[in-house]
């Protein structure tokens, strides 16, 4: 089955600088890549999602890039603040994507803004 | 966006007893639906996929006996934990598939906090 290896386990920046989250997924199959943030106590919230036939993908200081070959994709935030701080997750789903299967996430990176 | 709630948020049960956690879309119809179990700091697991009027599909090693799954309407999925032991204490999350105009989306419930004494 699907593997996500996710990078770092813990993330520590300064408000105002940049976050980068990286994750690798094993099955070449895999075509749907989300990214969710988790608060403490709290379901994911999907924060941004891209699919395999796209290779970059952003919405205003997020930005999530997809590697197919090399399979690894990657979150980019920018210009951080202090509630971004939270656990995101990145996952993978085989098929046609989106809500008709299951994800297989990444152990998650908690993300500290510092003041 | 569609919203996705669970009920209850949290229960303390006994060892040996069931318990069911309910799972519902609120403002569209699900034909999929997914449960999550979530131990501490750690990641979600998929447990097992739940589809409308149909058996539920469990994944790999997750006994079907144990946890049980109905998804009776296009707006309710319930798992019971039956027999529950101190080691199922977790976070269980679900979520619903929604058609948001051109794909499917996954969206998650609050979960519910199962702690077994």
């Known amino acids: 089955g699907e593997n996500v290896e996710q990078h770092p386990s813990t993330l520590s920046v300064q408000e105002g600088d940049s976050a980068v989250i990286k994750c690798t997924y094993s099955?070449?199959?895999?075509?749907?890549f989300p990214w969710y943030k988790q608060e403490l106590g709290k379901g994911p919230q999907l924060i941004i999602d891209?699919?395999?036939?796209?290779g970059e993908k952003k919405d205003q200081r997020i930005a999530v890039t997809l590697n197919k070959t090399a399979k690894h994709f990657s979150l980019h935030i920018t210009e951080t603040q202090p509630e971004d701080s939270a656990v995101y997750f990145c996952?993978?789903?085989?098929?046609?994507?989106?809500?008709?299967?299951?994800?297989?996430f990444g152990k998650g990176t908690h993300l500290i803004i510092q003041p | 966006g569609a919203v996705v709630s669970q009920h209850p948020s949290r229960v303390i049960c006994k060892s040996g007893t069931s318990v069911k956690i309910e799972c519902r879309s609120l403002?569209?119809?699900?034909?999929?639906m997914f449960w999550y179990r979530q131990f501490p700091k750690q990641s979600l697991m998929l447990m097992a996929t739940?589809?409308?009027?149909?058996?539920?599909?469990?994944e790999q090693g997750v006994e079907k006996d144990k946890f049980l799954i109905n998804h009776a309407s296009l707006t309710l999925s319930t798992l019971t934990v039956t027999s529950a032991h101190p080691e199922d204490s977790s976070f269980y999350i679900c979520?619903?598939?929604?058609?948001?105009?051109?794909?499917?989306?996954?969206?998650f419930g609050p979960g519910t906090r199962l702690t077994v004494t």
């Open positions: 979520s619903a598939t929604a058609w948001t105009g051109w794909k499917d989306e996954q969206y």
């Open positions: 099955d070449s199959a895999s075509n749907y």
């Open positions: 891209i699919r395999s036939n796209v």
């Open positions: 996952a993978a789903s085989i098929g046609s994507g989106g809500g008709a299967d299951g994800l297989t």
């Open positions: 403002d569209f119809q699900a034909t999929t």
């Open positions: 739940s589809n409308e009027g149909s058996k539920a599909t469990y």
